[in-house]
């Protein structure tokens, strides 16, 4: 079920408004404060919240199919997701998705470029992360230097977190998640605007 931003909107201000006495100005209701507006920066924050907790990033993943070069480099920022059908990987949850091979195997991430061109067992395949792409090591190949790298079996599958302001694909166990970002965004935007009255 998509999320609707009316409704997130009606309860944040349900929410910021409680205590409010009945002869008081509602200060949610002013135009520089749209809460509507803060929708885009709210979802860039709890993407990357819900990315960091392991029992809730599967919310926001999907798959990215990526086909390899012949050097085996893939450029995943330009691939559409499997449920969003836009180009909305959330870069920093690639390491802590899944990469897989043509074949099924699932390649060990290596962080350091330099380790990338270094020996490790042939058991496994490899990639790393570099200048906006993703560079793979095939299973079975030994690697003393750069020179020796043989890319993984294209296409690869990438399963990573989305990064986007369409609620449509939003699931609904984030309603909340959203709607405590929008109030705390609201709330230090509402502390500016205050202190700068006075």
């Not at 450029?75 to 802590?96: A, E, F, K, M, R």
Request: proline share 5%; glycine share 6%; net charge negative.
């Amino acid at each position: 079920m998509a999320l609707d931003i009316n409704q997130i909107v009606e309860t944040c201000k349900r929410i910021l408004s409680a205590g409010q006495g009945d002869g008081q100005a509602n200060p949610w209701n002013r135009p520089e404060l749209d809460l509507g507006a803060m929708r885009a920066t709210a979802c860039q924050q709890v993407t990357a919240k819900i990315t960091q907790d392991p029992h809730r990033r599967a919310l926001l993943q999907q798959d990215y199919v990526c086909t390899l070069d012949a050097s085996g480099i893939a450029d995943p920022l330009s691939q559409t997701g499997s449920i969003t059908g836009d180009t909305d990987i959330y870069w920093n949850s690639i390491p802590l998705g899944n990469v897989q091979d043509a074949f099924g195997n699932t390649l060990v991430y290596i962080p350091h470029l330099l380790d990338f061109y270094r020996p490790a067992s042939v058991a496994f395949g490899y990639y790393t992360l570099q200048d906006q792409k993703l560079r793979t090591r095939a299973i079975g190949v030994a690697v003393n230097s750069a020179a020796d790298v043989v890319g993984a079996g294209s296409p690869i599958t990438i399963t990573a977190n989305f990064e986007n302001t369409d609620l449509t694909y939003w699931p609904a166990q984030l309603f909340d998640d959203l709607v405590k970002e929008i109030c705390q965004i609201a709330q230090v935007k509402y502390a500016n605007l205050d202190a700068r009255a006075n």
